[in-house]
């Protein structure tokens, strides 16, 4: 039997945002519990809070002493599925629980209630689900935040696109740039006014693609980048950045920039070793789909 801990020696709490939990108390066993789930959730991002006497305080904890910890923790796409699932094997549980959750927890509910009176038309049940909730209200014309959320938990909203396209799971979008005296990060091409990105971002990709062309439609370069398993809600997308990126400049060759970003990630403790050799293996295999398409 594995180890029992009481209320007092950790806590584990929704994050306000809902997109993971905080895990708070005695450093020994909040360290197990974090590494457990480390093990059984593909993606998971870890951020150990430093606790000074003000923050416990506000947080109401009162047993103050060395040993005290508290970790941030992100669930991203795989680790949202990964609980669908073990929550599936002790109550019907819609594909996309965690997730849809977030966007309307009623509809779920309701939907899980039809779902125990027919368990087998869940995955019938879970489609019109993620159709309603979240493919309708995403629409052409319409437009789509992208939350790139950092390994540290700094959220970089880039800019909004306008939906071109929405089909097979894959969202179509342009970017309009206003210029001003910057360059494109990796592909150190100049960012001019009328400069725009075509973004293309497939449901559950380890990659975002953007497609950068100056305003007379000349190509200026691809940006592709690596990051978790893509989500969609209605008016944004979001996904955990995972540092590295494979650029491509017009007329130049794939390469893969920002390996010592994705190195200092998993020093800190915010990836892990697998995730990070999965990060790799990504850029990796989009340098050598580009290779073969020259």
Same mark, same amino acid.
């Given at each position: ?5 009481? %209320? ?12 993971? #939990? ?16 480390? +093990?059984?959730? =593909? ?8 606790? +000074? ?11 103050? !002493? =060395? ?19 073990? $929550? ?8 996309? !629980?965690?997730?849809?959750?977030? %966007? ?35 629409? #052409? ?6 939350? !790139? ?31 001003? $005296? ?33 305003? +007379?439609?000349? =190509? ?15 008016? $944004?997308? $979001?996904? %955990?950045?995972?540092? %590295? +990126? #494979? #650029? ?43 290779? !073969?398409?020259?």
């Amino acid at each position: 039997m594995g180890p029992r801990y009481s %209320v007092t020696e950790v806590s584990i709490v929704d994050r306000e945002d809902k997109q993971g #939990v905080l895990v708070e108390g005695d450093a020994d066993k909040a360290e197990l519990v974090v590494q457990l789930l480390r +093990d059984i959730l =593909p993606d998971i991002i870890v951020r150990e809070k430093t606790l +000074d006497l003000s923050t416990l305080r506000s947080r109401g904890s009162f047993q103050i !002493h =060395p040993g005290h910890a508290l970790y941030d923790l992100e669930f991203p796409c795989g680790s949202k599925l990964a609980l669908d699932s073990f $929550r599936n094997k002790v109550l019907p549980t819609v594909d996309g !629980h965690h997730q849809l959750k977030l %966007v309307a927890s009623d509809k779920v509910e309701e939907a899980e209630i039809r779902l125990r009176d027919s368990p087998e038309k869940r995955s019938e049940i879970s489609r019109k689900l993620r159709e309603e909730l979240v493919y309708r209200q995403n629409q #052409v014309g319409g437009t789509m935040q992208i939350e !790139h959320v950092k390994p540290n938990g700094e959220i970089v909203r880039l800019t909004e696109g306008k939906i071109m396209g929405f089909a097979k799971s894959t969202l179509v979008l342009k970017r309009m740039f206003s210029g001003g $005296r910057s360059i494109y990060d990796g592909l150190g091409v100049s960012k001019e006014k009328g400069d725009y990105a075509i973004t293309e971002a497939e449901e559950n990709s380890w990659k975002l693609e953007h497609a950068y062309f100056a305003a +007379d439609g000349r =190509p200026k370069g691809e940006i592709y980048n690596v990051n978790t398993p893509i989500e969609f809600y209605p008016g $944004r997308i $979001r996904y %955990v950045d995972l540092e %590295v +990126d #494979v #650029v491509r400049t017009a007329g130049g060759k794939p390469r893969i920039t920002d390996r010592d970003k994705l190195d200092e990630a998993v020093q800190k403790g915010f990836v892990s070793e697998n995730l990070a050799a999965n990060a790799i293996a990504t850029a990796e295999a989009i340098v050598k789909l580009l290779g !073969h398409s020259e």
